[in-house]
């Protein structure tokens, strides 16, 4: 059996393989923020395509940390209901239901990426007429937006911190509620959490800013939070970005999460899903196949925890590399499950030595057209 095709056990969860869905935003949603047919149908045709585990696109814990009015959220029982019959689609086609849970911070109220992905003030509608909102940050002053003037934005205050942990929480619990087997944690690409990591965007000069102990705060405390309400045998996620790509600043940069990833250990946390950006319009990437993956290596290498590598993955033999040279413990595939939502069956048709096991994995009402 190929490395990548081998069973992935993480508390008493068991991945069929090592292959995920990376999060991906669908601004799918009406402006209430609940699912539709399509998140039905996206989510349910990769677990149909053999992708181990399942995870949704980041999804909102609080109608503040919506990245744009039509993101997913799930800060109310009514979000829970609605996502429990794509949970149980994906177990029952063999996949691991994840979810990402989110606050986008001061990167929050933009119109969709179709519509010019430029903030939305509060006075603002975008083009279907939903209202923008004023924003969370760690520091209002820290950095221009990517695109369009700088949004309405608040420095958030204790009881905003609070609030936030509080939502990360209650979004656990009706995780729960919905049928997810794993929740993941997101601190990268720039949003709330990863605003409170970096020194690019965090000038606070109280208990949760400046040191990396204060900057690190935040994500410590949502993440205890979380693994307070979250079973014992679920396993817990966490995505950073393992730097910000700006080495002209002080910034971000993978030894720091080399030591997150130490301190995320410790608090329950199972495997660290390793990106980076996102923080700055000002980053230098080199993109390419694998180009984040020497990211997740030193984390993998630093600390003791299990760790996911994304980022231009494109092929099974590539995937499967990633895990046999011990590269990473889980590869999380992205664009190419958008291109080919049946990535998993054709990694497992093209790793497997045997044909008519590779055939077997495949849906019986599908198997007439692999088998011999």
């Not at 290596?297 to 925890?305: L, N, P, S, T």
């Not at 990473?328 to 291109?339: K, Q, S, T």
Request: charged share 25%; net charge negative.
């Amino acid at each position: 059996m190929a490395d990548l095709l081998s069973p992935l056990s993480i508390r008493d969860i068991e991945s069929t393989n090592r292959i995920a869905v990376s999060p991906m935003c669908q601004y799918s949603c009406e402006t209430d923020g609940l699912p539709t047919e399509w998140h039905r149908v996206h989510l349910g045709s990769r677990a149909v395509g053999g992708a181990g585990i399942v995870m949704t696109e980041a999804t909102a814990v609080d109608p503040a940390g919506r990245i744009t009015p039509h993101d997913l959220g799930l800060w109310s029982d009514e979000h829970a209901a609605a996502l429990e019959p794509i949970t149980e689609f994906v177990r029952d086609q063999g996949g691991v239901p994840g979810i990402q849970l989110a606050h986008a911070g001061h990167k929050a109220s933009k119109t969709r990426p179709w519509d010019g992905n430029v903030p939305l003030a509060p006075d603002e509608t975008d083009p279907t007429g939903a209202s923008g909102w004023e924003v969370l940050s760690p520091s209002p002053d820290a950095y221009p937006p990517f695109d369009g003037d700088r949004p309405a934005m608040q420095k958030a205050d204790q009881d905003d911190i609070e609030g936030v942990i509080d939502a990360y929480r209650k979004a656990a619990e009706r995780s729960l509620e919905a049928g997810f087997e794993i929740a993941e944690i997101h601190a990268a690409h720039g949003y709330l959490l990863h605003e409170f990591l970096s020194p690019v965007t965090n000038r606070r000069e109280d208990d949760y800013g400046g040191s990396f102990e204060n900057r690190t705060r935040l994500v410590r405390e949502v993440v205890a939070a979380v693994r307070e309400v979250w079973p014992d045998g679920k396993p817990v996620f966490v995505r950073i970005s393992g730097t910000d790509w700006l080495d002209d600043r002080e910034s971000w940069d993978i030894e720091q999460s080399v030591r997150l990833a130490d301190a995320l250990a410790d608090l329950g946390v199972d495997l660290v899903d390793v990106s980076s950006g996102g923080i700055h319009p000002d980053q230098t990437i080199s993109g390419g196949p694998n180009f984040q993956v020497p990211l997740a290596e030193r984390v993998r290498e630093g600390a003791d925890i299990a760790v996911g590598a994304v980022g231009g993955v494109t092929e099974p033999e590539q995937a499967d590399a990633l895990v046999r040279n011990d590269r990473a413990d889980l590869v999380l595939v992205g664009r190419e499950f958008l291109r080919d939502p049946y990535f998993g069956l054709r990694a497992a048709g093209d790793l497997e030595r045997d044909p008519d096991d590779a055939a077997k994995q495949w849906p019986v009402q599908y198997r007439r057209a692999v088998q011999r």
